[in-house]
């Protein structure tokens, strides 16, 4: 979990260093010049003036950072934490502070600061997203030569699906899909696999956050809600050309070891070769894929536990 965390953070450090280098403005003729007749020794004056440019907008996000890499790593004293990071003190009783009310970190009289709760929660969900395309491939790639269709991973990201994984099919069939995009919830595939487990108020909420949107959606809300009640007792949901002219899908949910779900799957191709009876036939092999990914994330013992207490 604390290497999960890490990569968090490092991944954070790295971006900031990018775009501070990328920020720098090249230099005019003019001013080469004039860095050239200047001394060779920047004054203390120059030299904080280029410094506050590169970190304008960012040090308060940067020291932040460098305060949950410095808990990470086993500094948990005020004093400590201050001198680890060069700070004063009161600078980092505030920064640490802040941190512990967002829950990424911990504080405990006489014992210190410790990672939080937050900080456990994404470096979890970090390793899952990060680990459900390797463990799902194999299996995408089975159901994709299964088939002869595409086939997709894809994770809830806030009010959008994103695009994990793309396996495509034998067939001459162009689906505009790309590894990495968002994608609406409410008329893809794997977007309504997503939302299986969610109660008719959310759902209308999520339908209705993609209203006003550039995407024109002909199916109303009441229809929608209707459709997802059937999805969700099937255990699959369809896209019904509803995402992308002349293109079906059928999709199924990934869940965790806690019956949760973290993914979704879906085998997609153009409408002639998906009519009403394919796609019916493709919901077992779909959902027999998708719970063998589940079973790769501790799903099958989790059912299992939940079978017995039930008997």
């Known amino acids: 979990m604390l290497q999960s965390v890490d990569l968090i953070i490092r991944f954070c450090r790295n971006r900031r260093h990018v775009t501070k280098d990328a920020n720098k403005a090249p230099l005019s003729v003019n ?21 506050t440019k590169s970190w304008l907008g960012s040090q308060t996000l940067v020291r932040g950072l460098d305060v949950l890499e410095a808990v990470a790593s086993g500094v948990s004293n005020l004093a400590d934490l201050a001198a680890t990071l060069e700070l004063n003190r009161s600078t980092a009783h505030r920064l640490a502070a ?4 967002r829950r990424y970190l911990t ?73 990495g995009e968002l994608q609406p919830l409410r008329s893809t595939g794997l977007g309504k696999a997503l939302l299986l487990d969610e109660d008719e108020p959310r759902l209308r909420d999520f339908y209705r956050c993609e209203k006003g949107g550039e995407q024109h959606y002909r199916v109303s809300e009441n229809s929608w809600v209707r459709r997802m009640r059937d999805y969700a007792k099937r255990g699959c949901a369809f896209d019904l050309e509803e995402n992308e002219d002349r293109i079906r899908c059928v999709a199924a949910p990934v869940r965790d070891a806690t019956g949760k779900i973290k993914a979704a799957i879906s085998v997609s191709s153009a409408a002639q070769y998906m009519d009403d009876r394919r796609m019916q036939t493709l919901t077992e092999d779909v959902r027999f894929a998708a719970e063998q990914i589940s079973q790769e994330l501790g799903w ?8 017995s207490r039930a008997a």
């Open 98 to 101: 802040t941190l512990v009310e």
């Open 107 to 179: 504080f405990v009289p006489r014992s210190g600061y410790g990672l939080g709760p937050k900080s456990l929660e994404l470096g979890y969900q970090a390793r899952v997203q990060l680990n459900i395309p390797r463990l799902a491939r194999d299996h995408l790639e089975k159901l994709a030569a299964q088939t002869g269709d595409t086939v997709h991973l894809g994770v809830l990201d806030g009010t959008r699906v994103l695009y994990l994984d793309k396996i495509p099919g034998r067939r001459r069939v162009e689906i505009s899909s790309r590894v």
């Open 31 to 51: 001013a080469m010049k004039a860095k050239r007749l200047s001394s060779t020794k920047p004054s203390k004056t120059k030299t904080k003036s280029v410094r």
């Open 300 to 307: 099958e013992a989790s059912a299992r536990k939940a079978n």
